[in-house]
């Protein structure tokens, strides 16, 4: 696995992942994924799996805003 990687969700960007000590930390570059920033992950499957779970939430509070994640 590569020190880094872009995290999507929803074939969207929203962040990237860099490899640290104890797994992988969350850079967010969409603002809406601000709440998971900077969190670190001890499996890349896992950091993936909560970002999945984060706008999967997004989408069902309805927010007009978050259409953008369809």
């Given amino acids: 696995m590569s020190d880094s990687f872009v995290v999507e969700a929803n074939r969207r960007v929203v962040g990237i992942a860099i490899r640290c000590r104890g797994g992988y930390k969350f850079h967010a570059s969409e603002p809406k994924f601000r709440a998971l920033e900077k969190q670190t992950f001890r499996r890349a499957k896992s950091l993936a799996h909560s970002v999945g779970e984060f ?16």
């Fill in 55 to 70: 706008a999967r939430k997004l989408l069902e509070a309805g927010d007009p805003a978050n259409r953008t994640l369809h």
